[in-house]
């Protein structure tokens, strides 16, 4: 342990997809470690700065609430015998069942080397595509999007675009609370900001422009705009007609959206409307800047194209301060996109095609590679619950309280044959339906890399030891394998080798010619991985120091090499109100808090923020409920129950309310906003729809 003292390492923040660069220390003051921590002033995400949440990291450290042990049903055991007994239930499921009964549900917070080999084990090895993430919540929509339009899973854009641009669109997102950093380098840049959000927000308040639309009208708009852009004649018609095709389509569609139809439908004044589309038809240097908002929606992939339709018939990507650029929660909801983390995709951004399966079966000279996706996270616990997957193993994250309709997930869980857990916390929700418990390290004491919202793969690095028995997630990973009889192909001893192995894999057989091209890492030494500076992807030959940013040339990854319009025809959110549930609930995060609170709810200044869930709403509504701010009161839908804190506030429009997403049952009853969701999902991207949930609402 000497080894940890008095030491200075650069890591990588493990909470939002900003991924900033933290400088931790070391100090051994006797009674332990102290640590501190600061922004990394080499870091490009960041340039020294941290947000609250990541100031306050060193406050979460420490083995207080930390799982210690392996619990095998509630008894603690030794890891022998807990991988004894895990590898044996696996192995006797697919024997008896097949490989399709079995399930891994991995999390964003994972490293893309922990991603990696569970992906290998499972996609590789055991045969069946059922491993998908949590980043399935959070982003997918925006793969899906980006495939269809660029013909793969890639944003062209990198932070700094945000500081070269004269104008910012947010859509979706309160980047003040949710990404601070990248709002705060907006607003040092001093660049116009425009937001589209039904609620007013931190970021809102900050705005040139705030169009408070109709949830779930995001589609129409931007259809609104594009139908400006034809009218006053502000595309590029040049870029349109070299670099992209099915414009005539697009427009087609489009051509349906009238101002007066658009303004109808977002529930804004035309004058609104006609303000934001002038901004953004005169200037040249726009980005559009979105999240879950536009994400977590029933028609998200549509969405994530009606804005990238924008930015194609206006040429305004792959330029300096221009793009469509989505930005992820997670921080390495990035990484596992690339190491095939969702269950549709295979490593190395490969589609399921016999080539690709093929391609894989070669490298990793394995004749079981699974030959079609597996189940998306919805569909994944509704085979839980039905009894098919009989056998799940999830990683770092807390599904029994952000599913929609969590409690049923619970009770799938709860019911199932076989729950494995690995987490660094000893009780969550979900950790209360595992048969098995197992330690696994976290942040501090990894040791990886992830990639943010820029494609940019930063290192995380260890700076203090692991506490109790606590093992890597990717450790754990192979040792299952190992006992599953994969010994050879997964006998790692650091993460450098799967790292090298993994960039090895994005140029295989030239598939370099694809934009996730991490080649050029593929022969780190040990000493080159420590030393890793960030760097963006794709890494190849032609780029060894990194992209900045993708289609400056104007080449797309389609078959044709040009950029697919797609029409869009707006759908309403597919959870509706009604006379029994009359009001709209929004979701999203708060400013200090992160995910289930499992890390960031230990440090006491970050719960100073705001102690139980509050639920916002319009004074309008309060009067017509009878509820005064600071009451109690309970929401209900029709799959479940809430309560928390009554918030009385001017920012909710009447009729529309605002939660939080992080509480738990570990933390108080009832308390889980994900529980009132119905598992509706975008059908082309799987992810579920969690911003527009119908409720009632009373008084306690
Ligand atoms: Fe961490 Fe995100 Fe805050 Fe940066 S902006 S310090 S990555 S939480």
Redesign the pocket.
Known sequence: SETFRAQRSCT?????????G?SATVKNRGAGDLVTVA?DETHP??FG???????ALADTLGERGRLLRPRLHGQECDWESAMDFMAREFRRTIKEHGPNSVAFYLSGQLLSEDYFVANKLMKGFIGSGNVDTNSRLCMSSAVAAYKRAFGTDAVPCCYEDLELADLVVLVGSNAAWT????FQRMQAAGTRLVVIDPRASATSTMADLHLAITPGSDAALFNGLLNYLIEQNKLDGEFIRQHTQNFAAAAAEAGNWSLTRTAASCGVTEAELIAFFQLFAATEKTVSFYSQGINQSSSGTDKNNAIINCHLASGRIGKPGCGPFSITGQ?NAMGGREVGGLANMLAAHMDFTTENVDRLSRFWRSNSVALRPGLKAVDLFRAVESGQIKAIWIMATNPAVSMPDAARVEQALKKCPLVVVSDCVADTDTARCADLLLPATTWGEKNGTVTNSERRISRQRSFLPAPGEARHDWEIICDLATRLGYGEQFAYRHPVEIFREHAALSGFENRGSRAFDISALAHLSRREYDALQPLQWPVNRKNPHGSQRLFGDGKFYTQSGRARFVPIQPSAPLQRRSDQFPLYLNSGRLRDQ?HSMTRSGRARRLLDHSEMPEIQLNPADAANYGIEDGQLVELRSARGRMRGRASLTNAQKAGELFAPIHWSETLAQDSRISALAEPVIDPHSGQPEFKQLPVQLRPL
């Open positions: 990588t923040c493990p909470y939002c997809g900003v991924g900033c933290v922004g995400a960041n700065r941290l947000c609250v949440k990541g100031s990404h601070p950093i990248l921080p992160w």
